[in-house]
């Protein structure tokens, strides 16, 4: 059964830092590209980074290049997501996905980061 599973949401003040995890089972995971993606509050769903499934390749949404790191470690079957200067805009449900290039399979059940003062 393929599971991907988030943590490390929570409440932070804008120019905090926040680092989400996303643990994976049930396939091989260093044989498929990484995602993530977040969903604001009455907003579509918005993709925010890739990551290809060796690591050495990461792209980004412009609304977050140069303040967001995705990272992977493939000996743990981890997904990481290091986020800082966070601001308002960044309130969302992140989830994480495997895939191909350019197509999500499977989703997590998702992790609500809230950035407020």
């Known amino acids: 059964q393929v599971q991907l599973v988030e943590s490390g949401g929570g409440l932070v003040q804008p120019g905090g830092s926040l680092r989400l995890s996303c643990v994976a089972s049930g396939f091989s995971f260093s044989n498929y590209y990484l995602y993530w993606v977040r969903q604001a509050p009455g907003k579509g769903l918005e993709w925010v980074s890739v990551i290809n499934t060796g690591g050495s390749s990461t792209y980004y949404a412009e609304s977050v290049k140069g303040r967001f790191t995705v990272s992977r470690d493939n000996g743990k079957n981890t997904l990481y997501l290091q986020m800082n200067s966070l601001k308002s805009e960044d309130t969302a449900v992140y989830y994480c996905?495997?895939?191909?290039?350019?197509?999500?399979?499977?989703w997590g059940q998702g992790a609500l980061v809230t950035v407020s003062s």
């Open positions: 996905a495997n895939g191909r290039p350019y197509l999500t399979l499977t």
